[in-house]
């Protein structure tokens, strides 16, 4: 069965992961970069931006500092201190405030800015609020998804599903565009194609939706890429997708999702990637 590990897990020598939080006897401190995306809804008008964090965890006294630099929020980098940082095994990883007020690189309170309802976790994806006013939705720029099931329709009405795949993405946000490269390792649409190791779906175009929760996914044709070489026989046509944090899971487990519907080789495909398997996501409660 296959088995993805949480980013935070990841980090953590065996050790930590069978052991509380708090715990005297182990005395271990962690920092890490990261680039995210911004889903960034300020009364209503929705845009993308690049963001970049870091990370500084103590696993000893479970807290995290988070230091964000985003200009569309603040024309400097500010960090948001001692969020209380919690284990489960089912979960992993989360962090949650509903109120702080951050610092500049000084240690100095930012009078003219506060953060509220920050909770995030396994992902290190995340939301809060700006100021009352502006929700922030953050999510990594490279993302993989461990658990995905393909199911595709023939034009003679044959079906076929195949679960053995995984599926990357890699946001590319400028001030001119928004792309993302999808990346399919171990793709199979058919019993009788050979299973193809890596392909690329380059450059399809990423909007927010209008209520800046979530993005949206568009090509009209892509010419997918295996080895970066085109592969105009496996081309696809009428390209749709969605990508989903899923932050109304239970105790803000976040299992990001995306699906996508596209034609390929006169054949309808749906793909359903998640992180976590179904058995871990508790969105429904």
């Known amino acids: ?149 393909i199911s595709t329709v023939g034009s003679d009405g044959t079906t076929y599903n195949y679960d053995e795949s995984t599926v990357s993405m890699s946001y590319r946000i400028t001030t001119d565009s928004a792309l993302v490269d999808m990346t399919l390792t171990n793709i199979k649409f058919v019993d009788n194609m050979p299973v193809i190791q890596t392909m690329t779906f380059p450059s399809i175009e990423v909007a927010p939706s209008s209520s800046g929760t979530s993005l949206q996914l568009s090509a009209d044709e892509i010419i997918p890429q295996i080895s970066n070489t085109p592969y105009p026989d496996y081309k696809i046509t009428n390209f749709s997708g969605r990508v989903d944090p899923s932050f109304n899971a239970f105790e803000y487990f976040i299992n990001e999702n995306m699906t996508s519907s596209f034609n390929c080789m006169n054949m309808n495909v749906q793909l359903d990637a998640r992180m976590f398997s179904s058995s871990n996501d508790n969105s429904s409660n």
Request: net charge negative.
């Open 1 to 149: 069965m296959k088995n993805t590990v949480l980013f935070l897990l990841a980090i953590l020598p065996t050790v930590l992961m069978t052991s509380c939080l708090g715990n005297d006897e182990i005395n271990s401190t962690a920092q890490y970069n990261q680039r995210m995306v911004h889903i960034k809804n300020s009364n209503g008008e929705v845009s993308l931006h690049n963001a970049t964090y870091r990370f500084d965890i103590d696993y000893t006294d479970g807290l995290i500092d988070i230091t964000v630099y985003d200009e569309s929020i603040y024309a400097a980098a500010f960090s948001i201190l001692d969020i209380p940082l919690t284990y489960s095994y089912e979960l992993g990883y989360t962090f949650r405030t509903t109120a702080a007020t951050p610092v500049d690189g000084n240690g100095a309170a930012i009078s003219d800015l506060t953060i509220t309802d920050l909770y995030g976790g396994n992902t290190l994806a995340m939301r809060y609020t700006v100021n009352s006013t502006t929700t922030i939705v953050s999510i990594p720029s490279a993302t993989t998804y461990g658990f995905t099931d």
